[in-house]
């Protein structure tokens, strides 16, 4: 789970629709244990499922990502605010 601080819509190069949205997640015990303080913060990409999921109200919010498993690389399938 992670806390949305804030994402951003736009069109890319090729006329695109995207969203990124942007997290902020705490550190695993490793990253900690290896000097990081804090939380990190992330851009992540929206799948076109969920390009217009997000709205101003959910900023603040927490977010859970629903990741699926291909080919030994994980995708995002869906977000959902809770």
């Not at 736009?10 to 695109?16: I, P, V």
């Not at 799948?47 to 291909?70: A, F, G, R, V």
């Amino acid at each position: 789970m992670c806390k949305l601080v804030g994402y951003k819509k736009f069109k890319s190069k090729s006329g695109r629709e995207c969203c990124v949205a942007s997290v902020v997640t705490p550190y695993n015990q490793r990253s900690l244990d290896n000097g990081c303080v804090g939380s990190k913060v992330e851009d992540i990409f929206l799948p076109d499922s969920c390009m217009n999921l997000l709205q101003p109200s959910d900023i603040d919010c927490d977010l859970d990502l629903i990741y699926e498993c291909s080919n030994g690389r994980a995708y995002l399938i869906d977000v959902q605010v809770i």
